[in-house]
């Protein structure tokens, strides 16, 4: 039983990036999938929730109209896809499993959790 993320990279301002957390061992539209990202010095924040079987969607403020979240089925997946990226949105980007979408403390997310992946957004 495994999730993971993938996709990071360096990108330059104003450019696109497509994240992806696929599972192994459990078929991930039974939870709720949640984006978090960790930036240098700064404590974990969600910044987006996808309710199971594609029930409900919570964006944070920051990334409304930028962040999509997709999920991908016939990849067991669920990918994000960046766009219009920021300096500020450099951070380790991670993905959790719940039960429920919980938009509060990232603690809260007690199932399982990916590695996590690097995005870098500079010139």
């Known amino acids: 039983v495994q999730l993971q993320a993938s996709g990071g990279g360096l990108v330059q301002p104003g450019g696109s990036l497509r994240l992806s957390c696929a599972a192994s061992?459990?078929?991930?539209?039974?939870?709720?999938i949640g984006w978090f990202r960790q930036a240098p010095g700064k404590e974990r924040e969600g910044i987006l929730c996808l309710g199971s079987n594609d029930g409900n969607r919570y964006y944070q403020d920051s990334v409304k109209g930028r962040f999509t979240v997709f999920r991908d089925s016939a990849k067991n997946a669920v990918d994000l896809q960046m766009s219009s990226l920021k300096p500020e949105d450099t951070a380790v980007y991670f993905c959790a499993t719940r039960e429920s979408c919980y938009t509060g403390d990232p603690r809260a997310w007690t199932g399982l959790w990916g590695q996590g992946t690097q995005v870098t957004v500079s010139s």
């Open positions: 061992g459990f078929t991930l539209s039974d939870y709720a």
